[in-house]
């Protein structure tokens, strides 16, 4: 990946904005660059639109919106941006925390009324570190369905989306982009553009950049897309672009194994635990789904198994993931602790000691207060590990989602959203707030597709 000059041979085409990344941030991006009146163009490495976003929920957080308020729910920006903060130690840019708070209801709310895609609230159980139920997700609760929803709008609204076309190199001239260089199956082709949307997520599929910036982190599984190679980095630092955190990421500690299933926290903030392969709990599951992943990492063998009942389990079906789960049998289910010990393979004695000793009120020993009914059978259980999902550093943004410089100066007309820009996860992995990556993509994919369509208009 590099920067060039402007080749003098020119450009095979020519477009007004371009967006290189067709996961919900591009394509978000492309839908605001067109509604702003504005000819647009999104290249995708990969054969269809897919990136993080489909292996994700699918569940946008926002709050004030009138899904919340249908069910009763008082929220607004400045809580959920409080939310945020708390849970990253004050660590994010204020500007950039309270520009994501304030516009994510509006822009749950424009998609829904512009384009029809059929948010609801997720209201039946909490996330972590969300003072109010503020998830917003489609029928499924997946995100392949978020994907395929915004690839029918853009195709809907007339906005070309070509694939297996991966830029290698972008072409600047006196700080202006002016173009990239794409790789297609049948050669190399040049593309003009007059504005830049950088929405190619971050550097998780990047082992090297992994094992610099996240250590910790880098045995883990890669549940992310192996196309975030950290190309949005690496043309950034070439133009003189500022990158912060990039030792934040969001891990994932409930990934079924050897499936490779994601099994929604659901289970673990309705009431349920996870053991060891010892049959012993291990730390303070309510801390959150990021931080899990390396603390069942640390045991041995780097599994751990879920355990919950079959109430938990009725709530934990509105993912798709969770009822693809159990039709493959990653979800074991026992009438006893004894019959859930042999199935699971774990010491009995242990097993029953642990589930005989969980609290029914006021913390335990490792400081998690249980706000819901005891565990009780039928139960469930899950051998799970711990994942690397994405990353949540990035290019440093301004207000207008511009690359900024080292010398707070922002360049003129390049734009970068969702994992190729800073998040608001603080510095590492326990400050991941549920939500914060498609929280990043869409708003910032809004946020940058207007003001490129703008930068567009002012280009000489």
């Known amino acids: 990946m590099s920067v060039r000059p402007t080749p003098e041979a020119g450009f095979d085409l020519h477009v007004p904005v371009l967006v290189i990344g067709a996961g919900a941030c591009g ?6 660059i067109r509604e702003a009146g504005t000819e647009v163009l999104v290249i995708e490495a990969d054969a269809a639109p897919s990136g993080s976003t489909a292996l994700s929920a699918g569940l946008i957080p926002a709050a004030g919106t009138r899904l919340q308020r249908e069910v009763g729910i008082e929220d607004n920006a400045d809580l959920f941006a409080a939310d945020i903060q708390r849970k990253a130690d004050g660590e994010n840019p204020k500007a950039l925390v309270d520009l994501l708070a304030r516009n994510a209801g509006p822009t749950v709310e424009w998609l829904a009324d512009r384009f029809g895609l059929p948010f609801s609230l997720v209201a039946d159980f909490d996330y972590p570190g969300h003072s109010r139920r503020r998830m917003h997700g489609l029928p499924t609760r997946s995100g392949r369905e978020l994907i395929d929803r915004l690839r029918a709008a853009c195709e809907a609204e007339g906005i070309d989306i070509v694939c297996h076309r991966r830029a290698t190199t972008l072409f600047a001239e006196n700080d202006r982009i002016t173009g990239v260089d794409v790789a297609t199956p049948d050669g190399r082709e040049r593309i003009g553009c007059a504005a830049l949307v950088l929405a190619c997520n971050g550097y998780g599929g990047n082992r090297d950049m992994v094992a610099r910036f996240m250590p910790e982190i880098e045995g883990a599984v890669w549940f992310g897309h192996d196309g975030n190679r950290g190309d949005a980095v690496t043309w950034g630092e070439a133009l003189g672009g500022r990158c912060l955190h990039m030792g934040a990421y969001q891990g994932h500690g409930n990934v079924a194994h050897p499936q490779g299933i994601l099994i929604t926290w659901a289970v673990i903030t309705e009431g349920g635990i996870q ?9 303070n599951e309510s801390q959150g789904y990021s931080e ?30 969770f009822k693809d789960a159990e039709d493959i049998g990653a979800i074991r289910v026992a009438d006893t602790v004894a019959e859930l010990a042999e199935t699971a393979g774990l010491p009995e004695a242990a097993l029953q000691d642990t589930m005989a000793n969980l609290p029914s009120n006021g ?4 400081g998690r207060t249980f706000h819901h009914p005891s565990l009780s059978p039928p139960f469930c259980a899950v051998k799970v590990t711990g994942a690397l999902f994405h990353t949540q550093g990035g290019l440093d943004i301004t207000e207008t989602a511009q690359v900024r410089r080292h010398d ?18 603080g510095t590492g992995d326990s400050g991941y707030l549920s939500g914060n990556g498609l929280l990043s993509a869409v708003v910032l994919g809004r946020v940058a597709g207007t003001q490129a369509a703008l930068a567009e208009r002012k280009t000489p």
Do not use: E, M
């Not at 053991?275 to 730390?283: C, H, L, T």
């Not at 390396?294 to 509105?318: E, S």
């Open 275 to 283: 053991v060891n392969i010892d049959g012993k709990r291990f730390w």
């Open 27 to 32: 394509l978000v991006a492309a839908l605001s």
């Open 292 to 321: 899990a992943a390396r603390a069942v990492l640390a045991q041995p063998g780097g599994v751990a198994w879920t355990i919950f009942d079959t109430r938990i389990a009725g709530i934990a079906r509105q993912f798709q993931d």
């Open 408 to 425: 707070g100066t922002a360049l003129p007309n390049l734009f970068a959203a969702g994992g190729a820009a800073v998040g608001v996860s």
């Open 363 to 366: 913390p335990d020993a490792f």
